[in-house]
C-alpha cells in the first residue's frame, strides 16, 4: 500500500469559483490566472474546471505551451511578458499575449520578425515598484510601441500593492487613471481582492479584463478579514492522510522533537503520515486546526519531515487508518479552510496551496 496521503482537486469548486469571479465583475473579461502550476493544483487537473475563463494569464512559457498543448486556442497572456529576445519567437507560434513592463522588451518587439502582429498589454508602475513603467514614462512608453507594425493592440494595465488590505486602491487608481485617462485601449487591474472588494462598485475598477488568481483556488484573498464562506468559494483543494499510529500519553508526557508539548492529564494522541516534506509548514503551532474522522481538532507538538501528531480527545473512537484533513474537504460534509491552517502557521493560502511536494499523489475529485 502506499503511504496514505493524497491531494484531491474539485473541478467543480473551480467552475463555481471562476464564476463567482465573473458575477463579481459581469461586464468584464476574465483571466484565469494558472500561473506556478495553477497555483500548485497542476494546469491539466486544473483547466478542465477552468475552460468558462476568456483566457489564462501566467508566467512561465513552459507553462503557455502546457495550456496550449490541452487544446486552448482563446488567448493567453504573459503576465510577466518577455524574458529575453527569443521569447517573441515563441509569443508569434503560440499566439501569446504579453506584458511590457520596460524598455528593453520594446527594444525586442522592434526587432522582431512576425507575420502576425501582437497584443501588448503596457503596464504601469502605480506603487508596487516592481513592475511597470513610471507614471512619467508611460505614456512615451505608449507612444513607441503604437508605432510598431509588430504590435496591434496595446491593453493598459497595473497591479494594485493593497488591494487585500486597509490601504486598498484609492491613490494607486488614481494614478492609473492620471497616467491612462486619454489613451485607447482595454484596461486591466484587478486581483482576487480588488475583484471581490472594488469591482462590483465601480466600472472604472473593473476595467475590460479582470485578473482572479487565488480566489478561484478557494482561498479569501483577505482572510481573517473575511473566509470563504464570506466570499461564496469552495475549497479546491483538498490534503489528506490517515492515522498510522496512536498514542496514550501520561500526564507530564511529551511528544515529538523537542517535546515542546507536554500533555496535562492523560490524554491519546494520533500519529498522521504527513509532514513537512509533503509541503505541509512546519511552523504550524500547536493548536492548529486539523480533522479528525471530519472532527475538528488541533496539532500537538512539532511537524516533523514525515508526520504530525494530533489531539485525539475530540475524537475517541479515532483509530489507525482514520482520516485526516490537513485542509480542505473533509468526511460527512465537513471542511477545514486552508486560509486557517496558513494563518495559524503565520503564511497565506496560496504558500500551502504552492507548496505541496511532488511525492504527494494528486487525484481529481
Ligand atoms: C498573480 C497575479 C494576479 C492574481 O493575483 P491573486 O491575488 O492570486 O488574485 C493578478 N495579476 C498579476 C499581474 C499577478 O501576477
Redesign the pocket.
Known amino acids: 500500500m502506499p503511504r496514505p496521503i493524497e491531494a484531491l482537486i474539485h473541478p467543480d469548486a473551480l467552475a463555481h469559483n471562476l464564476q463567482r469571479a465573473r458575477r463579481a465583475a459581469p461586464d468584464a473579461k476574465v483571466w484565469a ?1 494558472v ?1 506556478a502550476n495553477a497555483y500548485g493544483h497542476g494546469i491539466e487537473r486544473a483547466y478542465p474546471g477552468l475552460q468558462a475563463a476568456d483566457g489564462f ?1 501566467l508566467l512561465d512559457l513552459a507553462e503557455a505551451e502546457r495550456v496550449r498543448a490541452l487544446g486552448w486556442r482563446g488567448p493567453i497572456l504573459l ?1 510577466e511578458g518577455c524574458f529575453e529576445p527569443r521569447d517573441l519567437e515563441l509569443c508569434s507560434r503560440l499566439d501569446l499575449w504579453h506584458t511590457v513592463h520596460r524598455e528593453a522588451q520594446i527594444d525586442w518587439l522592434a526587432a522582431h520578425k512576425t507575420q502576425k502582429p501582437h497584443q501588448v498589454f503596457l503596464k504601469l508602475n502605480s506603487g508596487m515598484n516592481r513592475l511597470g513603467f513610471s507614471p512619467a514614462a508611460f505614456r512615451a512608453a505608449w507612444r513607441r510601441l503604437s508605432g510598431l507594425t509588430q504590435v496591434d493592440s496595446i491593453s493598459l494595465m497595473t ?1 494594485f500593492s493593497d488591494a487585500d488590505g486597509a490601504r486598498g486602491i484609492t491613490d494607486a487608481l488614481a494614478v492609473f487613471e492620471a497616467a491612462t485617462h486619454d489613451l485607447p485601449g482595454e484596461r486591466s487591474m484587478c ?3 480588488a475583484t471581490l472588494r472594488f469591482a462590483p462598485g465601480s466600472a472604472a475598477v473593473r476595467g475590460d479584463w479582470i ?5 478561484v483556488y478557494g482561498s479569501s ?1 483577505d482572510f481573517p478579514a473575511h473566509d470563504i464562506a464570506h466570499w461564496e468559494l469552495q475549497p479546491t483543494m483538498t490534503l489528506r492522510a490517515r492515522l498510522i499510529a496512536t498514542q496514550e500519553l501520561t500526564p507530564g508526557g511529551t511528544v515529538g522533537y523537542g517535546s515542546t508539548f507536554r500533555a496535562d492529564a492523560t490524554m491519546r494522541i494520533g500519529v498522521v503520515a504527513c509532514g513537512y516534506a509533503d509541503g505541509y509548514p512546519r511552523l504550524a503551532p500547536t493548536g492548529t486546526p486539523v480533522l479528525v474522522d471530519g472532527v475538528r481538532t488541533r496539532l500537538v507538538g512539532r511537524v516533523s519531515m514525515d508526520m504530525v501528531t494530533v489531539d485525539l480527545t475530540p475524537v475517541p473512537r479515532a483509530q489507525p487508518g482514520s482520516e485526516v484533513t490537513l485542509w480542505g474537504c473533509g468526511p460527512n460534509g465537513s471542511f477545514l479552510p486552508i486560509d486557517e491552517v496558513a494563518h495559524a502557521a503565520g503564511t497565506i493560502g ?1 504558500e500551502l496551496m504552492c507548496a505541496v511536494a511532488p511525492r504527494v499523489p494528486v487525484s481529481v475529485a
Not at 211 to 215: F, S, V
Open positions: 490566472v500561473k494569464a503576465l497591479h486581483n482576487s481582492a485578473r482572479p488568481g487565488i480566489m484573498p496560496y
